[in-house]
């Protein structure tokens, strides 16, 4: 069975740095295309960074330079490492695992980030 | 970077109506590679539609998605109860992939 469990999330100041993981079960995820995507309190989605199978990754502008996706194959996890943060970056943060040959993805719960003094 | 304007920003519908959702980008996207996902409160995207029209595992077959290049869909042919959630697209042809602002469904 599949999930993926965010954690690493918190308060942190203004300017500050956060690494959030996401530990993955019942696949490899050296093998899939994997995001995250944030949530700010009452609002919509917004897609953050992915990294594909191949390795190569993407980020959002609002956070290019910043955040750093990364994954470590020994430990099937996934991570987001948040440097320079800023109040904007307040907002639950979600991984997606994509599974086109199942024909869905699948999400973890979400780690909330809280950034202010 | 694409941007995908979502329309309308509410629909106030009853259980039993069809809903029809818009989701236009501002450039064409690449193979058609839009999906759309259903959000209630507190819990994580759930995805309906990927590729424009390919209904995602599990999902019924009240929804539906059509469309290309600029112009997307998303169709629920019959409200349930359960259909009233926020519903937003995503384009991932290209990077950044960006989603939609939503579109709350709501009881009429």
């Known amino acids: 069975e599949v999930q993926l469990v965010e954690t690493g999330g918190g308060l942190i100041q203004p300017g500050g740095s956060l690494r959030l993981s996401c530990a993955a079960s019942?696949?490899?995820?050296?093998?899939?295309?994997m995001s995250w995507v944030r949530q700010a309190p009452g609002k919509g989605l917004e897609w953050v960074s992915v990294i594909y199978s191949g390795g190569s990754t993407y980020y959002a502008d609002s956070v290019k330079g910043r955040f750093t996706i990364s994954r470590d194959n020994s430990k099937n996890t996934l991570y987001l490492q948040m440097n320079s943060l800023r109040a904007e970056d307040t907002a639950v943060y979600y991984c997606q695992v994509e599974m086109p040959t199942m024909g869905r993805d699948y999400w973890g719960q979400g780690t909330l980030v809280t950034v202010s003094s | 970077e694409i941007v995908l304007t979502q329309s309308p920003g509410t629909l106030s519908l009853s259980p039993g109506e069809r809903a029809t959702l818009s989701c236009r980008a501002s450039q064409s996207v690449s193979s058609n590679y839009l999906a759309w996902y259903q959000q209630k409160r507190g819990q994580a995207p759930r995805l309906l539609i990927y590729?424009?029209?390919s209904r995602a595992t599990g999902i019924p077959d009240r929804f539906s998605g059509s469309g290309s290049g600029t112009d997307f869909t998303l169709t629920i042919s019959r409200l349930e109860p359960e259909d009233f959630a926020v519903y937003y697209c995503?384009?991932?042809?290209?990077?950044?992939?960006?989603f939609g602002q939503g579109t709350k469904v709501e009881i009429k």
């Open positions: 995503q384009q991932y042809g290209s990077s950044p992939r960006t």
């Open positions: 019942g696949f490899t995820v050296s093998s899939k295309y």
């Open positions: 590729g424009a029209s």
